[in-house]
């Protein structure tokens, strides 16, 4: 008997107001599906990958969520959390995100990166990665 503890990545949760629609989005932008949703919540995973199998991103609704403002302001809904997804063209993948409903934001702070904003207001970044996208140990294509 092994009574090791382990812990494993199962998820990064999002709140929304509308999980089937950020679902879609996030689906979109990755080439990603949708197993599973309802009214209150929604998951995406890579594609082809067997029931059950994790990590996922998933949504659930939130009817109280105010999107955050980014950059932060004092006194405005700070965000808690953003996804970086690595990218191997930086500008053909903001094109594609804009085109699955993302914003780019107004302010940017480098060449290396793009700061979006998905659907639901939550900010998140494309970033030029091309090594680490290349790698053979780079998981969740």
Same mark, same amino acid.
């Given at each position: 008997?092994?009574?090791?503890?382990? *812990?494993?990545? !199962?998820?990064?949760?999002?709140? $929304? #107001?509308? /999980?089937? &629609?950020?679902?879609?989005?996030?689906?979109?932008?990755?080439?990603?599906? *949708?197993?599973? !949703?309802?009214?209150?919540?929604? $998951? #995406?995973? /890579?594609? &082809?990958?067997?029931?059950?199998?994790?990590?996922?991103?998933?949504?659930?609704?939130?009817?109280?969520?105010?999107?955050?403002?980014?950059?932060?302001?004092?006194?405005?809904?700070?965000?808690?959390?953003?996804?970086?997804?690595?990218?191997?063209?930086?500008?053909?993948?903001?094109?594609?995100?804009?085109?699955?409903?993302?914003?780019?934001?107004?302010?940017?702070?480098?060449?290396?990166?793009?700061?979006?904003?998905?659907?639901?207001?939550?900010?998140?970044?494309?970033?030029?990665?091309?090594?680490?996208?290349?790698?053979?140990?780079?998981?969740?294509?």
């Amino acid at each position: 008997m092994n009574n090791e503890l382990k *812990i494993k990545m !199962y998820s990064f949760t999002m709140d $929304c #107001i509308d /999980p089937y &629609k950020l679902a879609k989005f996030y689906a979109d932008l990755l080439k990603w599906e *949708i197993p599973f !949703y309802d009214e209150d919540y929604a $998951c #995406i995973c /890579p594609p &082809k990958i067997s029931q059950g199998a994790y990590p996922r991103i998933t949504f659930q609704r939130n009817p109280e969520y105010v999107p955050p403002v980014w950059p932060e302001k004092p006194e405005a809904q700070q965000q808690m959390a953003h996804l970086d997804f690595a990218v191997n063209n930086l500008e053909e993948a903001v094109q594609y995100a804009i085109q699955c409903g993302a914003t780019m934001a107004g302010e940017q702070f480098s060449d290396g990166w793009r700061v979006m904003i998905d659907p639901a207001g939550h900010p998140f970044c494309l970033c030029q990665m091309k090594p680490i996208f290349d790698s053979p140990h780079f998981a969740l294509l």
